[in-house]
């Protein structure tokens, strides 16, 4: 079995702390430190903070060092614009593609997600979010916009995940979802694609109204 590449391990492992929030934005990243920590060189640990860098998770400045990226509340907001026109255009093409297979996938998840409202448990419930969502991003055919949004999506994430959390969020998110799986049922592209614009729609508005909750 081939051997992780320890440069490429040690980028995921950042990844998934900056992602899950175990890295505050503008937290220092020191090579020295990190070195010791996943026992690698420091130039293991510069190459896995320049891809960091490329993929817009930290920024690096000469003589400072590598720290976390953040973003402000005006690049949030312009990410979710762009993410009801991307989204949308996604949808459009996947809902002809979509296979029964995948909307069975589709309504069990929208079932769990009726569950974990039921519980309280609105952590598991913006998990089986993304999945439904990411059922319609590998039925678009148009890889390069799928690819896009996906990247966006990953390195937005942990501001996604925080407005459900706003009260009363999750009643309108779960209609939402409910609306676009009809739409996707009876195979309306078009509704589909206007159900997914209003609901990231309302993410946008959701986020703008409760910045100090969430920011």
Do not use: W
Not at 71 to 82: G, R, W
């Amino acid at each position: 079995m081939a051997r992780t590449n320890p440069t490429t391990m040690v980028y995921e492992s950042l990844k998934e702390k900056i992602l899950s929030g175990a890295y505050s934005p503008s937290e220092s990243l020191p090579e020295m430190e990190l070195s010791k920590e996943y026992n690698v060189s420091r130039n293991t640990i510069k190459k896995a903070l320049l891809m960091l860098e490329n993929d817009s998770y930290v920024t690096i400045e000469m003589n400072k060092g590598a720290k976390v990226r953040s973003y402000s509340t005006q690049e949030v907001l312009d990410y979710l614009q762009l993410r009801v026109e991307l989204e949308g255009f996604i949808v459009r093409l996947a809902v002809p593609c979509i296979t029964e297979e995948q909307f069975q996938r589709m309504e069990g998840i929208f079932t769990q997600m009726g569950q974990c409202r039921t519980t309280g448990d609105l952590v598991g419930y913006s998990a089986l979010n993304q999945q439904f969502h990411s059922i319609l991003y590998d039925a678009c055919p148009n890889k390069t916009a799928r690819d896009i949004l996906v990247r966006l999506k990953l390195q937005m994430r942990k501001y996604n995940m925080k407005t459900i959390l706003v009260p009363g969020r999750d009643a309108l998110s779960y209609e939402e979802h409910r609306a676009i799986l009809e739409a996707v049922r009876v195979r309306d592209a078009a509704q589909a694609e206007r159900c997914v614009r209003t609901h990231v729609d309302n993410v946008r508005k959701t986020f703008k109204e409760n910045l100090p909750l969430l920011f």
